[in-house]
């Protein structure tokens, strides 16, 4: 007698087989992209150049939030007190003047001086060469030998011959240079007009990405948990911002004030060494050092008297920022120790340049916080309580 056996079903069975499949289907991807490391590496890069403006955007409407609910408090609220569903309308378009304001500012006062300084270096370079090489010749003509036998040798068969190649080459191929850089500020406007446009979709959109956000975090975990990953992504959020608005604020300030005292003491080049400073001040513990070598560098060139003054200058005024500015304006914001500190502007300067540099930090502070809760929550499930040692 035949059996009738009818197919049935088993939910368990059946999602245990579609957990297996997707991991060995990450599996294999993560092993492809390991052993052909190469082809892995280019498809990130060309990824990077796509994501890069969306990045950008995000990092301007993420510095900007703050500054839009400043103006919806203290103006827009005032101005619209019956209309609220416009008060975020306003402060947003209030922000981007101001924004586009501090930009135009910048390219009709500052740009220009910054131009004129690098112009005014730049003709200096052929005096400073002659200076160099009448020294050369004057010592030749007195018969003292300035220079070791065998480093004057290399300068005269391998090192001029070179510049002489480098120079040469230079010139023959100025024109695709040219084309190159053009090109690349081409794309550069570009990027930054598209993250521009983003930046302003993200800030309108605030509200409805954050809800969006809050709903996936729902649907993936259950309640209580959802709630303890959202507290803990606005902890981060908290870290993040408090040392990016701070460390701006700070590096303005320091910018502000070397010009002042740049402006006091009768230096040259004003402009141009004090934003130097105000930007590099963004980098912790090397950007004052960063900022002060081409300032130095510079004023060396001009008067080795005005040089030392600027250094004098610039350690005063790194001090002021480290013992009573910086504790005053960022405080404890990222809890991050020294050496984690060294450890991030290593690694973010490394594989992102000067933004690496400037960004590490708080994303290095984040992790330290979050594998910090981690550790903290499983200490707690096992009920082991730790001592801290002098």
């Not at 609220?77 to 209309?83: D, E, G, S, V």
């Not at 050369?136 to 018969?143: A, D, I, K, L, T």
Request: some cysteine.
């Amino acid at each position: 007698m035949a059996s009738n056996h009818k197919f049935e079903s088993n939910k368990k069975y059946f999602t245990i087989s579609i957990y297996t499949t997707v991991v060995i289907l990450i599996g294999c991807i993560i092993f492809r992209f390991i052993t052909q490391w190469s082809t892995t590496s280019k498809f990130i890069s060309q990824l990077w150049g796509i994501l890069f403006p969306f990045f950008m955007g995000f990092l301007i409407a993420y510095i900007l939030n703050p500054v839009v609910s400043f103006f919806q408090r203290n103006v827009s609220a005032k101005i619209l007190k019956n209309k609220p569903d416009k008060q975020r309308g306003l402060a947003i378009l209030i922000s981007y003047l101001v924004m586009v304001g501090c930009i135009i500012i910048c390219l009709r006062f500052i740009i220009p001086q910054l131009y004129d300084s690098v112009r005014e270096l730049s003709l200096m370079i052929p005096d400073i060469y002659k200076s160099i090489n009448s020294i050369f010749e004057h010592y030749r003509e007195n018969g003292t030998d300035m220079l070791p036998g065998q480093i004057a040798d290399m300068i005269e068969t391998k090192t001029l011959p070179k510049l002489f190649e480098l120079t040469n080459n230079l010139l023959a191929n100025i024109v695709p240079m040219l084309y190159e850089a053009s090109m690349s500020f081409a794309k550069g406007l570009f990027n930054v007009f598209i993250a521009f446009i983003v930046s302003i979709y993200m800030t309108i959109d605030k509200f409805i990405l954050k809800d969006a956000g809050k709903r996936v975090v729902l649907a993936i975990f259950n309640e209580n948990f959802s709630y303890r990953v959202l507290r803990t992504l606005k902890d981060c959020h908290n870290i993040f911002s408090s040392f990016i608005i701070g460390k701006s604020i700070d590096s303005l300030i320091i910018g502000l004030l070397a010009f002042v005292a740049m402006t006091i003491l009768k230096l040259p080049y004003t402009v141009l060494i004090s934003v130097i400073i105000g930007i590099t001040n963004m980098i912790p513990y090397f950007g004052p050092i960063i900022g002060a070598v081409p300032g130095a560098f510079i004023l060396l060139i001009v008067s080795p008297m005005k040089c030392l003054i600027f250094v004098i200058m610039v350690f005063i005024l790194q001090q002021f920022d480290g013992l009573i500015l910086g504790p005053k304006i960022l405080g404890d914001s990222t809890g991050v120790r020294p050496l984690l500190i060294l450890f991030s502007i290593t690694v973010g300067g490394a594989y992102f340049g000067p933004l690496g540099m400037f960004l590490g930090v708080p994303f290095f502070a984040t992790i330290q916080f979050l594998i910090g809760n981690w550790v903290d929550y499983r200490l707690y499930k096992k009920n082991i309580k730790l001592e801290k040692e002098n």
